[in-house]
């Protein structure tokens, strides 16, 4: 009861650390009590080792398809009130790859018909789901980043943030 009330509104990232510590058949308990959406992403996160970069991210990621135009990532960020960060929008294909990075700065400068493709940098510092938390720590450290993007086979998981790093 309570447990699964604390852990829906955890943010996802800390709320699968908890799940961690719990003995399985308590999480389990827990996990099917939260709603379904939520629990789904909590199962997901858990998959990943605690101490990779896969186990640190959180999913809610500020994400754009390619396709878009600057005034549509704009809209579609606006009505998403699950983003803790928003510095970074980062800019997928159809299937989820990630392909660029555009600063919510340089959006917010852009003519709202210019498109996404035109204002990214594709030379994205990313990482995969299993590599491991120090790394990312380094990677965070030696390029001064405030995130960096997290992808499995390509595809756009998560984010680190240089809180979850610090934490």
């Given amino acids: ?3 699964s009330q604390i852990v829906e509104v955890m943010p996802p990232d800390e709320a699968a650390d908890l799940l961690d510590i ?9 996990l099917n009590r939260v709603e379904r959406e939520h629990a789904a992403q909590l199962r997901r996160l858990l998959r ?10 959180t999913p809610y990621v500020a994400k754009v398809n390619e396709k878009a135009t600057a ?28 392909k660029g ?13 210019r498109p996404i493709r ?17 790394e990312v720590v380094r990677l965070v450290d030696r390029y001064n980043l405030q995130a960096v993007p997290v992808t499995e086979n390509g595809i756009l998981r998560g984010i680190v943030t240089i809180d979850d790093v610090v934490d």
Avoid: C, H, W
Avoid at 48 to 57: H, K, L, N, Q, W
Avoid at 79 to 98: A, P, Q, T
Avoid at 101 to 113: D, G, I, K, N, Q
């Fill in 71 to 98: 005034g549509q990532a704009l809209r579609l960020l606006q009505g998403d009130e699950n983003l803790e960060f928003i510095n970074y929008v980062y800019v997928v294909d159809d299937e989820g790859r990630l």
């Fill in 22 to 30: 719990l003995p399985p058949e308590t999480g389990n308990q827990v």
């Fill in 48 to 57: 990943y080792d605690a101490e990779s970069a896969g186990g640190i991210m």
């Fill in 101 to 113: 990075v555009v600063s919510l700065r340089e959006l917010l400068r852009a003519r709202p018909e």
């Fill in 118 to 134: 035109e204002l990214m940098k594709t030379d994205v510092i990313a990482v995969d789901v299993n590599t491991d938390q120090e």
């Fill in 1 to 3: 009861g309570t447990l």
